[in-house]
């Protein structure tokens, strides 16, 4: 039985107040709030298991790894991918994205072309931009509608045999949109391209299945999902893994080195250099599990009820509109208000507890796309509440009033 | 003609007056309304001050040997922020702008009141308004 008021007990950031005022975090879309079970994994690492992983004889270093490796299990399990050496550990969203944008530089041509989406975040562009000034290739993109959604007609007709990549992300952090990533995927394999997803927004709120999907690389971070920052994964299939060059080099990523070569290790291994963030993979393996103790079905209804309720009451004020009305979202809300900049609204709001996010989101061609300087971002986690939503609207309708 | 310092201890003196974060703010905002909008033309990129969240231009012409402001924002609050600046540094000798210290803006609650990035902007228009200042100092040596 979903229990919010249970659930909020867990987070103890919750309790704290900010300027005076219980904080209202609707922030959740740059990072979600972390649960007592997680720090106390944490905690616990540090105080009882600390050791460099791997490779160890001696009995601290084995319990370590132990843990770490089931944590890549736990991890591997809640996405469905085949093997466990599928996932590897990374720094984030932005790490895998790099590492694959780096090993695909070493296999595309001058005449080759990446599609992108006009929904992706500057993470998702910027790599892209670089691979293809590296190698001659040609980013396309696909455009979205005034909804926020993407054009897939459009996307049809950017399909080419020349196409060797496509990258989307599963959910726009900017607009809450749901893209249609399973056709995306279909559409793009038929044409013999390969696919990278970014996971890093769905991983809150829907439990994505790597097999069923048929991807080929999918990416997404802890700290979106009650876990720690500073480590993610990313999702490959094993011969597209095996395809690709290693990212980095160093400790860990080598079977066998002298000065004249070095052959690399097996998977995971050969993506993983260096010392790896063996703490923070530990706690994503407890941030998963936390939440699918709770139930991913629960969250997924519970937040759809927190955005119709949100949407529905912002509706209400004046002169306020909504961008990114996709009939398929997630709990985001990105709004102005007529005749008032998002930054002035979030500092007035962040005086009355309730943080949210002003500006461009790192989607300047979102911005671009609505010929606005940004928005102010609403984001729901399922531990908020219809009462902060209250709260929301009344400090929202408060600023209005002081800004008009 | 008043001082920088003096300029500086009387808006002091003004925010010590504000009971709480609302009448600062409302005082803020009403300041950012009153801003005398800068010439469309001054509207540059080159203008721009880099930092913000919001867009901020200003423009600084030399007038008898004094350095005359004018500024724009697209946020009302931060445009509020820059009328301050304005009325301390405005219409002062670049060499007593470029000696001028800062410490009103910490003693009026400005900086521990700013989120981290507007604080930023607030260190960027700071800096821009000094760097006219010494740009214009070097000029007239």
New interface residues.
């Given amino acids: 039985m979903f229990n919010v008021e249970k659930i909020r007990q867990d987070f103890p950031i919750l309790q704290r107040q900010v300027n005076g005022k219980p904080l209202v975090y609707l922030d959740n879309a740059a990072t979600s709030q972390t649960p007592q079970q997680v720090i106390d994994v944490i905690v616990d690492y540090y105080s009882n298991f600390n050791a460099n992983i791997h490779r160890g004889v001696h009995t601290l270093s084995q319990e370590a790894t132990d843990k770490y490796e089931a944590a890549r299990q736990t991890i591997q399990k809640h996405f469905n991918a085949k093997h466990a050496h599928e996932i590897i550990m990374t720094a984030g969203t932005t790490h895998g994205i790099n590492l694959v944008a780096n090993g695909f530089s070493s296999l595309l041509k001058k005449e080759d072309e990446i599609i992108v989406s006009a929904l992706e975040h500057h993470s998702n562009i910027v790599p892209w931009q670089m691979l293809c000034e590296k190698t001659g290739a040609t980013l396309k993109v696909i455009p979205m509608n005034t909804a926020g959604e993407l054009i897939m007609n459009d996307y049809d007709r950017l399909l080419t045999k020349n196409t060797k990549l496509v990258f989307v992300n599963h959910i726009s952090n900017a607009l809450g949109t749901i893209n249609p990533i399973e056709a995306i995927i279909k559409k793009a394999h038929q044409v013999g391209a390969a696919v990278l997803i970014d996971g890093a927004q769905a991983c809150p709120h829907i439990k994505a299945d790597m097999q069923a999907l048929n991807v080929d690389f999918y990416v997404a971070s802890a700290h979106k999902m009650c876990g720690p920052t500073g480590i993610g994964f990313l999702y490959g299939k094993e011969a597209w893994l095996h395809k690709l060059p290693p990212y980095q080099g160093g400790g860990e990523m080598i079977a066998d080195v002298t000065f004249e070569k070095t052959t690399y290790a097996d998977l995971p291994h050969k993506f993983e250099a260096g010392t790896p963030n063996i703490c923070g993979g530990i706690a994503f393996g407890a941030a998963v599990d936390y939440m699918n103790n709770i139930g991913f079905a629960a969250i997924e209804k519970y937040e759809h009820e927190l955005l119709e309720y949100a949407t529905a009451e912002l509706q209400k004020i004046q002169s306020l509109k909504i961008y990114g009305t996709a009939k398929n979202k997630t709990s985001v809300i990105s709004f102005n208000l007529e005749g008032i900049h998002p930054y002035d609204i979030g500092t007035l709001l962040d005086k009355m507890g309730i943080a949210v996010r002003t500006g461009h989101h790192c989607a300047q061609p979102i911005m671009n796309f609505y010929d606005i300087p940004g928005t102010v971002r609403a984001s729901f986690a399922f531990y908020n509440t219809k009462a902060e939503v209250d709260a929301l609207i009344t400090a929202v309708k408060k600023a209005q009033m002081m800004l008009s | 003609m008043m001082q920088i310092e003096d300029i500086q201890n009387e808006i002091i003196d003004e925010f010590s007056m504000f009971e709480d974060?609302?009448e600062r703010?409302?005082y803020m905002?009403d300041l950012g309304k009153d801003l005398p909008l800068i010439d469309a033309q001054y509207k540059t990129e080159n203008n721009l001050i880099k930092g913000c969240?919001?867009?901020v231009w200003v423009h600084a012409d030399l007038v008898d040997n004094k350095i005359i402001f004018t500024a724009d924002s697209?946020?009302?609050?931060?445009k509020g922020i820059i009328a301050i600046l304005i009325r301390a540094f405005s219409n002062q000798e670049p060499q007593d702008i470029i000696a001028a210290n800062t410490e009103f803006i910490d003693k009026i609650g400005l900086k521990d009141?700013?989120?981290p990035t507007?604080a930023n902007g607030l260190v960027s228009m700071v800096k821009q308004l000094k760097m006219y200042a010494i740009a214009y100092q070097t000029q007239l040596k």
């Avoid at chain 2, 697209?74 to 931060?78: E, Q, V």
Wanted: overall charge neutral; glycine content about 0%; cysteine-free.
């Fill in positions: 974060w609302e703010y409302q905002i969240q919001s867009k697209d946020a009302i609050i931060t009141h700013l989120s507007r």
